[in-house]
């Protein structure tokens, strides 16, 4: 379990005349040059604003996709958006292993911040090599993660970077993730843990860390027909992750040994293949020639009901393929329903993030993370490489 007590936080130091490594995590989604969702940058503004006012240079430092050479996913159009937000020229630095920002600092004005290009650019990076650090040792006094998103992996610029450096503090944003996930992680209040998405197996460690705090287990999505398939249903041709039935079948177990209440669909929405939408039919047992792409509506109100005496909710994982409209009702009922609850609510997941932006409600929910694969981790282990490094 991680101590956060034992990693500073920004306002644990003072920055006054400090020069910071600030690790952001701005892989936002872009199509050619038009960032399609702004709310990983958004998200970063406060510790770059805090840092700021108190006195430090800041040099940012993020990655961006999954570059093959250093043409791609330059964070151009990354640092005009960031600069746009802030009203400040965003300096992007085209080498990051280079010592141009070092000459560049002492002349750099109130109204610039340098940023570093793709940090994947650097071959040692996702290796966790000590080609960063090395450079950045010559003109950086402290470091900052506040990149969560980024926090599970063992990379240059969230593991080893941080390790050589004695100022170090997390962001506002980690801060935030980690006490919200804290909260719901060591509360003893009645939950309900609501699962969906497409991949059992990357879910079963959340499964067995909630097996016994969850009072109910709720599952739609693709990740329920492993569970309709170990109680002997038909789920036709289905996305269905054959080697985890007998895993499904397990988790049955586990939950009914304990008394506890598991939600599986009771009625679902099928296709003839994923194109064909006029082929959209709400059936209560899959035929075997059809595919199931969401929950029924008969399932939305169970799952509904369920919310109604809980007091948190933790949810990960979208109940049908919604990035097709015709598709997503399952989820979007999901996302207003959970919006009107009472109860305290987290979500997690990449998709799941997406899915409740997409449905206009996560201004209602209690805490809305950043990190998709990091969120899971941190979920499963209590702690994550790149905060480790920070201690
Ligand atoms: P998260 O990123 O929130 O952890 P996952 O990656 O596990 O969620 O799952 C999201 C994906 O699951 C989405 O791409 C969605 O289309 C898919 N999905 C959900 N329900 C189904 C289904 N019934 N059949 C096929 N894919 C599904
Ligand atoms: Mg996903």
């Known amino acids: 379990m991680l101590n956060l007590k034992k990693i500073k936080k920004l306002s644990d130091l003072k920055w006054k005349g400090e020069r910071v490594f600030l690790r952001l995590d701005l892989n936002v989604p872009i199509k050619g040059e038009k960032i399609l969702d702004l709310s990983r940058i958004k998200a970063a503004l406060p510790s770059i604003e805090y840092l700021h006012a108190n006195g430090a240079q800041i040099i940012i430092g993020s990655h961006l996709g999954r570059p093959k050479n250093n043409k791609e996913y330059s964070l151009a159009p990354v640092a005009e958006a960031l600069g746009n937000l802030l009203n400040k020229e965003i300096i992007l630095i085209e080498d990051p292993l280079s010592d141009t920002a070092k000459f560049l600092l002492p002349s750099v004005k109130k109204n610039q911040i340098i940023m570093l290009e793709n940090l994947r650019y650097i071959p040692g990076e996702t290796k966790n090599k000590p080609d960063l650090q090395k450079v950045l040792s010559k003109y950086i006094t402290a470091y900052v993660n506040d990149a969560f998103g980024v926090c599970h992996r063992v990379h240059s610029s969230v593991n080893d970077v941080p390790k050589h450096f004695k100022k170090k503090a997390v962001g506002f944003l980690i801060e935030k ?3 919200s996930l804290d909260s719901i992680l060591y509360s003893k209040k009645k939950m309900l843990l609501a699962l ?3 991949k059992v197996s990357d879910k079963i460690a959340l499964i067995e860390a909630f097996i016994d705090k969850a009072d109910t287990l ?11 398939k170990a109680q002997g249903k038909e789920v036709g041709e289905s996305f269905l992750e ?43 047992e899959i035929p075997s020639s059809k595919m199931a792409i969401d929950i029924g509506p008969a399932t939305s109100m169970a799952f509904e009901n369920a919310l109604k005496s809980m007091d948190q909710v933790l949810w990960n994982g979208p109940f049908g393929m919604f990035e097709t409209k015709e598709y997503s009702k399952g989820t979007m009922n999901f996302a207003k329903a959970l919006s009107k609850s009472t109860a305290t609510s987290f979500v997690g997941g990449g998709d799941s993030s ?29 702690t994550l490489p790149g905060l480790e490094a920070l201690i």
Not at 218 to 228: H, K, N, Q, S
Not at 355 to 371: N, R, W
């Open 242 to 284: 054959q080697s985890c039935v007998n895993t499904a079948r397990k988790i049955l177990k586990r939950f009914q040994v304990k008394n506890k209440n598991i939600i599986l669909p009771s009625d679902h929405r099928v296709v003839s293949d994923i194109d064909n939408l006029k082929s959209l039919k709400v059936v209560t």
């Open 218 to 228: 709720l599952i739609g999505g693709a990740m329920a027909y492993p569970f309709l």
């Open 354 to 382: 997406s899915a409740i932006h997409q449905s206009g409600f996560a201004d209602s929910i209690f805490h809305v993370s950043t990190g998709g694969a990091a969120f899971l981790e941190y979920i499963e282990k209590e």
């Open 196 to 198: 969906g998405g497409s």
């Open 177 to 179: 993730e980690i006490q």
